[in-house]
T-cell receptor, first 115, second 115 residues
Framework: DVKVTQSSRYLVKRTGEKVFLECVQD?????MFWYRQDPGLGLRLIYF???????EKGDIPEGYSVSREKKERFSLILESASTNQTSMYLC??????????????FGPGTRLLVL | AQKVTQAQTEISVVEKEDVTLDCVYE???????LFWYKQPPSGELVFLIR??????QNEISGRYSWNFQKSTSSFNFTITASQVVDSAVYFC????????????FGSGTQLTVLP
């Protein structure tokens, strides 16, 4: 079974803090993704990565950065957290090759509250 | 541009009823993939099915079935004899080869199955 884990289920931070959200997958997947999910807005792609040290902006990259130093780990960084970044953050990975190359598998999510 | 529309925001049914969740998509690509995910209250998105654009065969898996019709650009999901555990938000998603690593999600349908 594909396993995608996220470092925290719940996180509370103060405005201006630097926040790191970590995601690890154990299936040697090429691609990794970060989404945020907000009521009424659905899932929106923040950033994705198709290889180590490679990254591409998604639909809403402003205020975020990412890091992928190792294939299995994809970090989302909020350089200076703001209250409008309070959200549910979901990490996903996909194989990138083979028959189910585009199928994304999701982690349990991190609910971030910025005060 | 790609788009996925789930017109049903919320559906309530009584246990053992059948329920169909609608999904309509738009894409200019001739090769694409369609997905359904389930998001229970715990928050994790669970992959249910993937279908490619060349395979219009309907699929059945236990109480779940999917009806893919290219002529109407629809990929509907039916749950037969619904159960309380089916209560969740269900998302339809589209991945086209032009942006093969990205998914475009619908806004989701909240299904509540009442005992």
């Amino acid at each position: 079974d594909v396993k995608v884990t996220q470092s925290s289920r719940y996180l509370v931070k103060r405005t201006g803090e630097k926040v790191f959200l970590e995601c690890v997958q154990d299936m040697d997947h090429e691609n990794m993704f970060w989404y945020r999910q907000d009521p009424g807005l659905g899932l929106r792609l923040i950033y994705f990565s198709y290889d180590v040290k490679m990254k591409e902006k998604g639909d809403i990259p402003e205020g975020y950065s990412v890091s992928r130093e190792k294939k299995e780990r994809f970090s989302l960084i909020l350089e200076s957290a703001s209250t409008n970044q309070t959200s549910m953050y979901l990490c996903a990975s996909s194989p990138g090759q083979g028959r189910y190359q585009e199928t994304q598998y999701f982690g349990p999510g991190t609910r971030l509250l910025v005060l | 541009a790609q788009k996925v529309t789930q017109a049903q925001t919320e559906i309530s049914v009584v246990e053992k009823e059948d329920v169909t969740l609608d999904c309509v998509y738009e894409t200019r690509d001739t090769t694409y993939y369609l997905f359904w995910y389930k998001q229970p209250p715990s928050g994790e998105l669970v992959f249910l099915i993937r279908r490619n654009s060349f395979d219009e065969q309907n699929e059945i898996s236990g109480r779940y079935s999917w009806n893919f019709q290219k002529s109407t650009s629809s990929f509907n999901f039916t749950i037969t004899a619904s159960q309380v555990v089916d209560s969740a938000v269900y998302f339809c998603a589209l991945s086209a080869t032009g942006s093969a690593r990205q998914l475009t999600f619908g806004s989701g349908t909240q299904l509540t199955v009442l005992p």
